[in-house]
């Protein structure tokens, strides 16, 4: 096995998180990794001595883009391994153009995202969120399915927005429940739908019957403001949105007026914008639960990140492809 060198860029800070002793140790044994200290920047004389013999970027958040100035200085640069999700933003035209191999943790990032929706769906369905702020007023018992309708999971039908990969993570961890599962994908036939063992449905239909909805779409311009005021208003009185993915799938003036009437509830962990302003009424509303996007890898988790990214860097050592390559031609359809 040949020991590629390697070359980090991102952020100097997540090296920290991505990276504990044993994930380094693993790294030193399959790669050559002359410098710790990750690149910020592709313009500087440090910048020109590492990547002349690079023949992998190991990248993350905050990654410059990788344009044809940077690819000028890196010859031998094979690879670009993405401990993180999402490439569009540092992989450019011009990588593709060369050839380089990308290949992305995407798909370790889903898992994270996936577990707070599962734990969301389900606690919405208690109406856990609304029931806390019930019984701190209260505190006293109250027969609690009449102080909040609709409480349960049993046979709760459930809307995914998307069969990506946080979507299909979705499904895989819902499976032990006694949910029906509805999903809205263009790109899902009913033969997948049928082996996924969910009901394949159109978006409006979905809007219409699920008790919680939940979006898995990438941020596309076909898929801006995906759900708009009429989309919205589809949304049965009671049901809960649940945001994992993107603000912008979401018309913000028409969802703010839906929460503020208090038809329907809402889990949002991406906002348009983001963050929002100190007004925004969706800081204070009772059936709003607002995370600041946390819901893809943070902390521990990205460790699961550089765990994947190294995997396919001991791939490339071995002279195989990569299990995790990001194809060029799915980009349009990627987030």
């Not at 905050?62 to 490439?87: N, S, W, Y």
């Not at 299909?168 to 599962?181: G, K």
């Not at 993915?245 to 028409?254: E, I, M, S």
């Not at 902390?299 to 195989?320: M, N, P, V």
């Amino acid at each position: 096995m040949s020991r590629p060198r390697i070359v980090l860029a991102m952020v100097p800070y997540f090296t920290a998180e991505l990276f504990s002793d044993a994930l380094w140790a693993r790294l030193d044994a399959c790669a050559e990794v002359p410098e710790r200290e990750p690149l910020t920047a592709f313009a500087d004389a440090r910048a020109a001595q590492l990547l002349a013999h690079a023949e992998v970027l190991l990248t993350s958040w905050g990654c410059p883009p990788i344009d044809r100035a940077a690819l000028a200085l890196a010859p031998r640069l094979r690879a670009v391994v993405h401990a993180a999700g999402t490439v569009k933003a540092h992989v450019t035209d011009a990588c593709w153009e060369r050839g380089l191999s990308i290949s992305s943790a995407a798909a370790a990032n889903a898992i994270p995202v996936a577990e707070y929706t599962v734990a969301a769906i389900l606690m919405v369905n208690k109406r856990l969120f609304r029931l806390n702020q019930r019984y701190r007023a209260l505190r006293q018992f109250r027969w609690w399915p009449a102080e909040a309708p609709g409480l349960g999971n049993y046979r709760k039908v459930v809307g995914l927005v998307g069969a990506s990969a946080v979507g299909r993570a979705v499904i895989e961890r819902l499976r032990p429940f006694d949910l029906q599962i509805l999903v809205a994908d263009p790109y899902l036939d009913a033969a997948a739908a049928c082996e996924l063992g969910v009901e394949l449905v159109e978006l409006d239909a979905l809007l219409s019957r699920a008790d919680v909805v939940s979006l898995h779409a990438p941020a596309l311009p076909q898929t801006h403001h995906l759900l708009d005021a009429r989309r919205l208003a589809l949304l049965r009185d009671g049901a809960t949105l649940i945001n994992t993915a993107r603000g912008a799938l979401v018309d913000h003036d028409a969802l703010q007026r839906e929460l503020l009437s208090g038809r329907i509830d809402a889990v949002i962990d991406t906002t348009e914008p983001e963050v929002l302003p100190p007004d925004s009424p969706l800081y204070d509303l009772p059936n709003v639960f607002l995370t600041p996007h946390v819901a893809g890898a943070m902390g521990s988790e990205t460790q699961r990140l550089a765990a994947l990214a190294i995997d396919e860097i001991e791939r490339f050592a071995r002279g195989e492809p990569f299990r995790h390559a990001v194809v060029h031609s799915d980009l349009p359809r990627l987030a």
